[in-house]
Nanobody, 123 residues
Framework: QVHLEESGGGSVQAGGSLRLSCTISGNSDRWYSVAWFRQAPKNEREGVAVIASDQSTTYADSVKGRFTISKDNAKDILYLQMNSLKPEDTAVYYC?????????????????WGQGTQVTVSS
């Protein structure tokens, strides 16, 4: 069982920055991938960024060059640094964990989810 809890959401103007955090607790092992997803109203939940079990990273095309995913392994905290934010980045952001993930940005691969944190970007 893995427990995830996000923090750091809020409201920002376009061009601004936010950093999301996700505290990871429970029985995660080296086979887990950890990821950030987001869901805007009327949209499906989409993968944003992933740190795979081999420590490689994957980003959605829409956030490449603007967002950076990282993890503090000593503290078991996952981060998402979001720069140059756009109104279309407005969504509820979720962190997720999954074991033996193959398709890194597919939400069905992840079994554990946080409760989500709202990010609102105004123009």
């Amino acid at each position: 069982q893995v427990h995830l809890e996000e923090s750091g959401g809020g409201s920002v103007q376009a061009g601004g920055s936010l950093r999301l955090s996700c505290t990871i607790s429970g029985n995660s092992d080296r086979w887990y991938s950890v990821a950030w997803f987001r869901q805007a109203p009327k949209n499906e939940r989409e993968g944003v960024a992933v740190i795979a079990s081999d420590q490689s990273t994957t980003y959605a095309d829409s956030v490449k060059g603007r967002f950076t995913i990282s993890k503090d392994n000593a503290k078991d905290i996952l981060y998402l640094q979001m720069n140059s934010l756009k109104p279309e980045d407005t969504a509820v952001y979720y962190c997720a964990a999954g074991r033996y993930v193959a398709d890194h940005l597919a939400n069905y691969e992840y079994h554990y989810w946080g409760q989500g944190t709202q990010v609102t970007v105004s123009s």
